[in-house]
């Protein structure tokens, strides 16, 4: 039987999935920050649950990423403030694509301003 690591590594090594793996990293690093935190307060799903007026089962799908909704802003929030911390959310700009051809276009022919009557 495979450990979990050794099976990782294993599906890894198809670029199938790893292309498919690289493309969730953002929220498996946004779940792996919410139970860091979590456990390094040593409180339960049940813990949090019950200081954000919610379910463990709740609490465990959102620290899964396998629920059919997404958590809004405000459960977020909830959930940092029970774990004594502040959810902060950016935007952080993306390097361009080589082959993004609708940014190259409006670089190449940008859009004239507006003139003033």
Request: proline share 5%; aromatic share 4%; charged share 25%.
């Amino acid at each position: 039987m495979l450990t979990h690591k050794q099976l990782r590594t294993q599906a890894l090594a198809n670029p199938a999935v790893k292309a498919e793996f690289d493309k969730l990293s953002d929220e498996f690093s946004l779940l792996y920050e919410f139970l860091k935190a979590r456990t390094s307060q040593g409180l339960t799903q049940a813990q949090v649950a019950e200081k954000i007026g919610t379910t463990q089962s709740a609490v465990a799908r959102m620290e899964s990423g396998s629920g059919k909704h997404s958590p809004s802003l405000a459960t977020l929030t909830k959930y940092a403030d029970a774990l004594g911390c502040k959810l902060e959310v950016r935007l952080v700009r993306r390097p361009r694509a080589t082959g993004d051809l609708s940014s190259r276009t409006k670089q190449a022919n940008p859009k004239p301003a507006i003139q003033p009557a």
